[in-house]
């Protein structure tokens, strides 16, 4: 099979969760396939750490400035269907969530997320909400098989997106298997001394986006300060926002809130680092379709706090505490806990430890492979 996939979405190098996927979905596709030969499609401005040459890879890099979404979003529609059809694809992949209108093969779409329809809200202008629905809405009928990031997601796309659930199948993401190894106590050092980082702490991370509801933690956070005075600080690591009014609003948060510590973006590298150190690990978003970093606190041994909705408790099984997002109080209650309890912390870690050898990015890569082969023969 001659299988191109489509990165031109990954145009910044503090990528999120979808630049993750893209970069270990490629990376273990290589390990386990060497008959395939795979093109890749990618802008000038992708921040993704490719694999080196390989025999049955083609790197193909777009003449179409990526970090303009709309110069992006018309290349894709108009030029990208023109060099499928020059290099005789057999299948395409497009791992963020639409197709190009018009495609010279047959298709695979990852959606990995349903934000637009179920927090609209942070969709603006309209417009934008408007186009980016329908188009998915669209590409989510012309594809010849969708895979989702969980069973939870599924039931989204399947509701919003009117598509038949046996179109649909549900792939999980892995984590890096590096962050369970050994780590030399001075190398932790350098990296908390690096990012200002001292004594005990709460740690969240994720991007400054609505979903991830960094306001009800630092909300929570507060409350714990007032009323328990404990002596961790937050420290909180991911891009500062996207749009002004977030970054706004978390400069206004540090100011009101000395103990908070935002990072910004952190190398993938020494990301381990700020775990292992984390007395506690927070994730209580609005919204998720998966959440990556629950797979990699937990790989790193830290207990887990998140939410009761959406894909989190899917994801997190017994190895977490579960809270309603939208109240603070109970966020601080259950981080008061963990970080109270020495024996709730034991079992979380070790039923953590456990939970995380469910998922892989090679057991993903696998299945999306047997997803191409199926499509192909179709």
């Given at each position: 099979m001659r299988i191109g996939?489509?990165?031109?979405?990954?145009?910044r190098s503090d990528y999120g969760g979808g630049g993750t996927y893209f970069a270990h979905l490629i990376?273990?596709?290589?390990?386990?396939?060497?008959?395939?030969?795979?093109?890749?499609?990618?802008?000038?401005?992708?921040?993704?750490?490719?694999?080196?040459?390989?025999?049955?890879?083609?790197?193909?890099?777009?003449?179409?400035d990526t970090q303009s979404r709309l110069r992006?979003?018309?290349?894709?529609?108009?030029?990208?269907?023109?060099?499928?059809?020059?290099?005789?694809?057999?299948?395409?992949h497009c791992p963020n969530n639409v197709l190009p209108l018009r495609t010279p093969c047959k298709t695979v779409l990852t959606i990995q997320y349903m934000f637009s329809f179920v927090m609209p809200q942070d969709y603006r202008p309209w417009y934008r909400r408007w186009y980016f629905n329908h188009l998915m809405k669209d590409s989510a009928h012309r594809?010849?098989?969708?895979?989702?990031?969980?069973?939870?997601?599924?039931?989204?796309?399947?509701?919003?997106l009117r598509v038949p659930r046996e179109k649909v199948s549900t792939i999980y993401h892995g984590t890096d298997e590096s962050f369970g190894d050994a780590m030399a106590s001075e190398r932790m050092r350098r990296c908390l001394e690096k990012y200002g980082v001292e004594g005990e702490y709460i740690l969240c991370v994720a991007n400054n986006v609505l979903n991830k509801?960094?306001?009800?933690?630092v909300e929570a956070f507060a409350y714990l300060k007032a009323k328990h005075a404990i002596a961790h600080r937050l420290v909180i690591?991911?891009?500062?926002?996207?749009?002004?009014?977030?970054?706004?609003?978390?400069?206004?948060?540090e100011r009101r809130c000395p103990e908070l510590i935002h990072t910004g973006y952190v190398d993938h590298d020494e990301l381990p680092c700020l775990y292992r150190g984390a007395s506690v690990f927070a994730l209580p978003s609005l919204c998720e379709s998966f959440g990556i970093p629950l797979l990699e606190a937990m790989r790193c041994g830290v207990p887990v706090v998140t939410s009761r909705v959406y894909a989190m408790p899917e994801i997190v099984g017994d190895a977490g505490?579960?809270?309603?997002?939208?109240?603070?109080?109970?966020?601080?209650?259950?981080?008061?806990?963990?970080?109270?309890?020495?024996?709730?912390?034991?079992?979380?870690?070790?039923?953590?430890?456990?939970?995380?050898?469910?998922?892989?990015?090679?057991?993903?890569?696998q299945e999306t492979l047997k997803v191409y082969e199926e499509v192909y023969r179709s």
């Open positions: 996939i489509n990165g031109l979405a990954i145009n990376r273990n596709l290589l390990e386990i396939d060497q008959s395939n030969q795979y093109y890749l499609y990618v802008g000038r401005q992708s921040g993704i750490s490719l694999p080196g040459e390989r025999p049955n890879l083609q790197v193909v890099e777009c003449p179409v992006r979003i018309l290349f894709e529609q108009s030029a990208l269907p023109r060099m499928l059809q020059r290099q005789r694809l057999d299948v395409l594809a010849n098989r969708i895979i989702s990031v969980s069973e939870d997601n599924k039931g989204q796309i399947t509701r919003y509801n960094l306001e009800g933690l690591v991911g891009n500062r926002g996207f749009d002004k009014v977030r970054q706004a609003w978390l400069t206004q948060a505490v579960t809270v309603d997002p939208h109240d603070y109080r109970e966020i601080g209650e259950a981080l008061l806990r963990v970080l109270s309890d020495p024996g709730l912390r034991t079992r979380l870690v070790e039923q953590g430890r456990r939970r995380v050898g469910q998922f892989s990015w090679k057991q993903a890569a």
